[in-house]
């Protein structure tokens, strides 16, 4: 079975970038206990659209799960192939080591057009049975994909913020 992810960015979260917020700390807790349960009902190929934020945490909690599930796989799904040109250093060499980690990248797209972010998001929606959200009833594209998903039935697992 295939779980997706999909969850806000960093300016879209109370603590920003901090991530020694004690609320972000607690987040990740929140993720990786999804995630166990997500795999606890017959998960084993998660689905990240591996931006910044809530997508770094979720594909990193999976990656440290292996260790004691090594039957967790983990795809990055990139809309385009400069997905993360513009983010910072530090940012950057972040995504490249977490993809490098990853079992299969797929990049949807040859290059970046208005609202590959979006489909990307779709696309793992439509390959998913379960989706694991990060979402605090907005809008955006975190809330167009949740929407997405229930017209499609997909099970959510929500982590509230």
Request: proline share 6%.
């Amino acid at each position: 079975m295939i779980c997706a992810f999909t969850g806000h960015r960093p300016g879209h979260l109370p603590w920003g970038g901090d991530e020694t917020d004690a609320r972000c700390v607690a987040l990740k807790e929140l993720l990786r206990r999804r995630i166990e349960e997500a795999a606890g009902q017959g998960c084993t190929e998660f689905l990240c659209g591996m931006a910044r934020g809530c997508d770094t945490y979720f594909a990193e909690a999976v990656l440290a799960l292996r260790s004691v599930r090594p039957e967790l796989r983990l795809t990055a799904m990139l809309p385009c192939p400069d997905q993360a040109a513009r983010w910072p250093e530090e940012d950057l060499a972040r995504h490249r080591a977490l993809c490098a980690r990853c079992d299969r990248v797929e990049v949807l797209e040859p290059s970046y057009s208005p609202g590959c972010m979006l489909r990307r998001n779709y696309a793992m929606v439509e390959r998913a049975q379960m989706l694991i959200t990060v979402y605090d009833g907005s809008g955006g594209g975190t809330g167009s994909t949740v929407r997405y998903a229930r017209r499609c039935g997909l099970r959510l697992l929500p982590v509230w913020l």
